[in-house]
């Protein structure tokens, strides 16, 4: 069964550094998205992606913030300048259609971030 | 503004016993609902939604509009239940649906 791909699985950061987080969606899927979920914490929308665009963005999605689609395959989650608050756990998810009700998001297993 | 409440962070159950996981959203539109599970170390992955009115792994969950609720229910509790639960709320857009999540329930279930 296909699945939604990850990497890595755990990285750590100095504070101030640049980050990319990797993923690789399901391969005929059409829309992508970014989640967070800080320690303890529920599971927030970071952003979504379509045609390559993006096509909404949370409150938490800051300049510090961006994503990629480079190739096709991977979907890229960049922050620029990494803070402590920075460290959650971050997933991709991504599915085939607009989000109706006969679709479902796929998700990651996660990168779990961690700035010191 | 869309919102999802989860108002147990814990809830435990012996094997056997009902089970019910509280989930109120609030959204003026009409939203879709979804239950998401996660077991130990695993990722998310859908377990109902509410377009489909279907029962999975005995699990079953009615959208109460009149109670802006959608509480996932099983009447006989297993131990492989035991995982995190997330209610989750998307709302159509052309563009995507992105979803909003709950604060999740520790479900576990003793033997």
């Known amino acids: 069964e296909p699945e939604v791909t990850q990497t890595p699985s755990h990285q750590v950061t100095q504070m101030g550094q640049e980050v990319i987080l990797r993923c690789v969606p399901i391969s005929n899927h059409l829309y992508f998205y970014w989640y967070r979920q800080i320690l303890g914490q529920k599971v927030e929308f970071l952003v979504s992606f379509y045609n390559n665009e993006i096509s909404e963005k949370s409150e938490i999605f800051d300049d510090q913030f961006s994503v990629e689609r480079p190739d096709g395959s991977n979907f890229t989650l960049k922050i620029r300048s990494t803070k402590l608050e920075d460290s959650a756990m971050y997933f991709c998810?991504?599915?085939?259609?607009?989000?109706?009700?006969?679709?479902?998001?796929?998700f990651g297993q996660g990168t779990r971030l961690t700035v010191v | 503004a869309q919102r999802v409440t989860q108002p147990e962070k814990l809830l435990s159950v012996f094997k056997g016993a009902p089970v019910e996981l509280k989930c109120n959203y609030s959204?003026?539109?009409?939203?879709?609902l979804f239950w998401y599970v996660q077991y130990s170390r695993q990722r998310l992955q859908l377990l109902l939604r509410?377009?489909s009115r279907e029962s999975i792994k005995g699990f079953t969950a009615d959208l109460n509009k009149g109670e802006t609720s959608f509480h996932l229910k099983k009447p006989f509790a297993q131990e492989e239940d035991s995982a995190m639960y997330y209610c989750?709320?998307?709302?159509?857009?052309?563009?995507?649906?992105?979803?909003?999540f709950g604060e999740g329930t520790q479900l576990t279930v003793n033997p």
């Open positions: 509410h377009i």
């Open positions: 959204y003026s539109g009409s939203p879709e």
């Open positions: 989750a709320l998307s709302v159509l857009k052309t563009s995507g649906s992105r979803l909003t």
């Open positions: 998810a991504s599915r085939t259609d607009r989000g109706r009700g006969d679709t479902e998001a796929f």
